[in-house]
């Protein structure tokens, strides 16, 4: 009898909710710190020999010339950028806290690391450049953003190897800003896979610790890929005579090409991180906005209940009795543990959560 009845829930619950969100936190990640990658923290130091010679090259740098109407152009229209952004993007775009000096190292950073209270999406990249090793590979790219780039670090918040490990690229945490899309770099997180992946797909390796990343950073920022974010690149075409900027809608998981003129992250991993974007729709479905210094819950028990979905669940629950109830319970934990459709398994949760708001009434 219990059974049937939990097989009836289901089959209303589907058909009537259709889609809501995993309840717990993915698996997190395990992401190689800096420290154990050997980053030379002396790049990020503005009293280094480093940024000596960088310090004294720009001074006997003799620039190409350019005429004083050229250059005033210049000038006028990466201010129009700047202000146009601030003044319609600035919850988006506003920096709550700034980081110049590194205690833990001792120094002074050639490049204050800037924090903002939410991150409202995820770009994602390939490196195009090919490494023999991933230990190399990340010192490379760590001298070259930081150095050559003049970044003061890495532009990437994440960078995944061949073999699917991921490292932490920029210092400093969740929140900070990065430099890896120029004009979007506030409020995004940046991901790169290394190698060019123009004619080739990331192999099973990569592919799994991108999702697992993804899927990650979307719950602890909550970021629900079904929504639309503004993004901005520099314009091109005739309408550059008289806006510096082209602006547009796009999800929160996007390729570094939707957020400016580029070829990255190369064709191949372009249709592998639509793949991504479409299978985990639904899991992101209820995700609200985690800011800097909230505690993201392991459930969201209470918002769930809030919804007009969740409410049907729980007036259809609440026909039975107590009894009934804690033996559906039972089931719909035994049935949880092997379900593998993830439709299904969502709907199962729900008739959890209703479940125990009733029995905690």
């Given at each position: 009898?219990?059974?049937f009845?939990?097989?009836?829930?289901?089959?209303?619950?589907?058909?009537?909710?259709?889609v809501?969100?995993?309840?717990?936190?993915?698996?997190?990640?395990?992401?190689?710190?800096r420290?154990?990658?050997?980053?030379?923290e002396?790049?990020?130091?503005?009293e280094?020999?480093?940024?000596?010679?960088?310090?004294?090259?720009?001074?006997?740098?003799?620039?190409?010339?350019?005429?004083?109407?050229?250059?005033?152009?210049?000038?006028?229209?990466?201010?129009?950028?700047?202000?146009?952004?601030?003044?319609?993007?600035?919850?988006?775009?506003?920096?709550?806290?700034?980081?110049?000096?590194?205690?833990?190292?001792?120094?002074?950073?050639?490049?204050?690391?800037?924090?903002?209270?939410?991150?409202?999406?995820?770009?994602?990249?390939?490196?195009?450049?090919?490494?023999?090793?991933?230990?190399?590979?990340?010192?490379?790219?760590?001298?070259f953003?930081?150095?050559?780039?003049?970044?003061?670090?890495?532009?990437?918040?994440?960078?995944?190897?061949?073999?699917?490990?991921?490292?932490?690229?920029?210092?400093?945490?969740?929140?900070?800003?990065?430099?890896?899309?120029?004009?979007?770099?506030?409020?995004?997180?940046?991901?790169?896979?290394?190698?060019?992946?123009?004619?080739?797909?990331?192999?099973?390796?990569?592919?799994?610790?991108?999702?697992?990343?993804?899927?990650?950073?979307?719950?602890?920022?909550g970021?629900?890929?079904?929504?639309?974010?503004?993004?901005?690149?520099?314009?091109?075409?005739?309408?550059?005579?008289?806006?510096?900027l082209?602006?547009?809608?796009?999800?929160?998981?996007?390729?570094?090409?939707?957020?400016?003129?580029?070829?990255?992250?190369?064709?191949k991993?372009?249709?592998?991180?639509?793949q991504?974007?479409?299978?985990?729709?639904?899991?992101?479905?209820?995700?609200?906005?985690?800011?800097?210094?909230?505690?993201?819950p392991?459930?969201?028990?209470?918002?769930?209940?809030?919804?007009?979905?969740?409410?049907?669940?729980?007036?259809?629950?609440?026909?039975?009795?107590?009894?009934?109830?804690?033996?559906?319970?039972?089931?719909?934990?035994?049935?949880?543990?092997?379900?593998k459709s993830?439709?299904?398994?969502?709907?199962?949760?729900?008739?959890?959560?209703?479940?125990?708001?009733?029995?905690?009434?």
């Amino acid at each position: 009898m219990v059974k049937f009845i939990l097989s009836i829930l289901t089959l209303l619950a589907l058909s009537s909710i259709q889609v809501s969100h995993a309840l717990d936190a993915p698996e997190k990640p395990t992401i190689i710190p800096r420290i154990s990658w050997g980053a030379n923290e002396q790049f990020t130091s503005v009293e280094s020999s480093y940024w000596q010679e960088i310090f004294t090259a720009r001074a006997n740098y003799v620039a190409p010339y350019v005429s004083p109407e050229v250059a005033q152009k210049r000038r006028d229209d990466s201010r129009k950028a700047l202000n146009y952004i601030n003044q319609n993007f600035s919850k988006e775009n506003t920096i709550t806290q700034k980081v110049s000096y590194d205690v833990e190292w001792g120094f002074k950073l050639a490049w204050p690391q800037r924090y903002t209270d939410q991150v409202n999406a995820i770009v994602v990249h390939h490196t195009a450049t090919e490494y023999d090793d991933s230990l190399s590979g990340m010192k490379d790219i760590l001298k070259f953003h930081t150095l050559t780039r003049q970044w003061g670090d890495i532009g990437y918040n994440y960078v995944i190897w061949y073999d699917g490990e991921i490292f932490e690229g920029r210092k400093w945490g969740k929140y900070v800003w990065a430099a890896h899309s120029k004009w979007n770099n506030y409020s995004t997180a940046g991901i790169a896979v290394m190698w060019d992946y123009s004619y080739d797909p990331i192999n099973e390796a990569q592919y799994t610790s991108l999702e697992k990343l993804i899927k990650y950073l979307a719950w602890e920022y909550g970021i629900d890929f079904n929504n639309k974010y503004y993004y901005h690149s520099n314009c091109s075409g005739e309408k550059c005579d008289t806006f510096p900027l082209e602006t547009y809608r796009d999800s929160t998981l996007v390729w570094h090409r939707d957020t400016g003129h580029t070829t990255c992250p190369g064709d191949k991993l372009y249709a592998q991180i639509a793949q991504i974007r479409e299978d985990n729709l639904l899991y992101t479905k209820w995700f609200k906005t985690v800011k800097r210094g909230e505690t993201v819950p392991t459930t969201r028990d209470d918002y769930e209940v809030k919804t007009p979905k969740m409410q049907r669940v729980v007036k259809l629950l609440s026909a039975y009795s107590d009894e009934e109830l804690e033996k559906i319970l039972i089931l719909v934990d035994e049935r949880l543990e092997t379900e593998k459709s993830e439709p299904r398994k969502i709907t199962l949760q729900m008739i959890k959560i209703g479940i125990l708001s009733i029995l905690r009434d």
